[in-house]
């Protein structure tokens, strides 16, 4: 590969994809040539204090089924400075809500020192998970005690 191509990294849960999901991956793919998906395993979903309501192995394959998508890799851990190097990623995409926050001011000199570009896009407004979620809940009594596997939908009626 020469110096022109172009790999860029972004990661995230992608647990019930949505538009704003795709507008993400469509946007990173516009500014590289290969881009490579991270997706958050359960385990680190739940060290987060939360729970994905679709299971990884699915969500990697809705992501990797993606046209913008040209590879996945598992996200195990937080340390996307660490992934993006060992991905030979020159840029990361990530959601504009983190712009300008005393945290991820740390982490883009750590990138700038790497020599990574962070690239930050606009979240499409009204629309996230949780919001889907939170229909889900209140329309159809669904919760997220565990994950939905293919045959296993838990419903409270």
């Known amino acids: 590969m020469d110096n022109d191509f172009v790999i860029g990294y972004t990661a995230g849960v992608f647990d019930l994809f949505h538009i704003g999901h795709l507008n993400l ?4 793919k516009g500014m590289c040539d290969k881009l490579i998906v991270g997706v958050t395993i359960d385990e680190l979903v739940l060290y ?3 729970h994905a309501m679709i ?13 913008f998508v040209d590879a996945v890799v598992p996200q195990e851990n937080m ?16 959601g504009d809500d983190w712009y300008n926050s005393p945290k991820w001011n740390d ?11 962070i690239v930050y896009f606009p979240y499409t407004k009204g629309i996230s998970s949780t919001k ?26």
């Open 25 to 28: 991956l469509k946007n990173a």
């Open 107 to 117: 982490i883009e000199k750590e990138f700038q020192e790497a020599g990574i570009r």
């Open 48 to 50: 987060k204090g939360k």
């Open 132 to 157: 889907i979620s939170e229909a889900l809940q209140s329309t159809r009594g669904w919760t997220i005690e565990q994950p939905l596997g293919q045959d296993d939908m838990h419903i409270n009626k």
């Open 79 to 94: 340390d996307k400075l660490a992934m993006c190097k060992k991905l030979k990623a020159s840029v990361m995409f990530v």
């Open 55 to 67: 299971p990884y192995s699915d969500r990697a394959e809705i992501v990797r089924s993606c046209r």
